[in-house]
């Protein structure tokens, strides 16, 4: 079975821009969330998706959005881009929304220059 | 001070070492304990899995969880130049099991 799927796998932008990262979760997970992580640190969590409904949301600014779709696979949004949103950008989708155990998929890199 | 303290390392180990990883954590209501390991330029990559305190062995790995000290950690035995990664310590409370907090990555490098 395919994992975790992300695309695309890297993408420069300058400052300002708007950019649309995507993901399609593990067949049969309903649950997406996203995670930022800069070089040198763990992930920090910016949204969680569950039944196409936001279920969580992480200390980000309204620049960033998500939806999740029919078929539960998930955009990341992010308007005005600044020079520290350069980032590994990480979908990770789960079973359901009480299961404990989430998986990667490979993630997004973004520069913004 | 955060939530999760890990030392980011690097950690470097001769072939066959035992490793020994550890996390600290202030949040008492923390009771979800994992270990991701993520090679360079890869999503992470779930290792081991714990709820609440004790120890959970698989294979060369073995998760430890000390919840009245707050603190986990992840043993390798017989480590493996392919071991050499980062690991992370994640965890969450059992009220919101989707948000997970990590540490800042432990960055290992097993020699031959």
């Known amino acids: 079975d395919a994992g975790v799927t992300q695309s695309p796998t890297h993408l420069i932008k300058t400052r300002g821009q708007h950019v649309t990262l995507r993901c399609s979760p593990i067949?049969?997970?309903?649950?997406v969330s996203w995670y930022q992580q800069v070089l040198g640190q763990g992930p920090q969590f910016i949204f969680q998706y569950y039944e196409k409904e936001e279920r969580g949301r992480g200390n980000f600014p309204d620049r960033f959005s998500a939806r999740q779709f029919p078929n539960y696979s998930s955009e990341l949004n992010v308007n005005a881009l600044l020079l520290g949103d350069s980032a590994l950008y990480l979908c990770?989708?789960?079973?359901?929304?009480?299961?404990?155990?989430?998986?990667f998929g490979p993630g997004t890199r973004l520069t913004v220059l | 001070q955060k939530e999760v303290e890990q030392d980011p390392g690097p950690l470097s180990v001769p072939e066959g070492a035992i490793v020994s990883l550890n996390c600290t954590y202030s949040?008492?209501?923390?009771?979800?304990f994992m270990w991701y390991r993520q090679y360079s330029r890869k999503g992470p990559e779930l290792l081991m899995y714990t709820y609440s305190s004790g120890n959970k062995e698989d294979g060369r790995f073995t998760a430890q969880v000390d919840k009245s000290s707050k603190y986990i950690s992840l043993f390798i035995r017989d480590s493996q130049p392919s071991d050499s990664a980062t690991y992370l310590c994640?965890?969450?409370?059992?009220?919101?099991?989707?948000?997970?907090?990590f540490g800042t990555g432990t960055r290992l490098q097993v020699f031959p």
């Open positions: 067949s049969g997970h309903k649950s």
């Open positions: 949040n008492s209501a923390f009771q979800y």
């Open positions: 990770a989708s789960s079973l359901d929304r009480s299961t404990d155990t989430q998986y």
């Open positions: 994640a965890m969450s409370p059992a009220y919101n099991t989707d948000k997970l907090i």
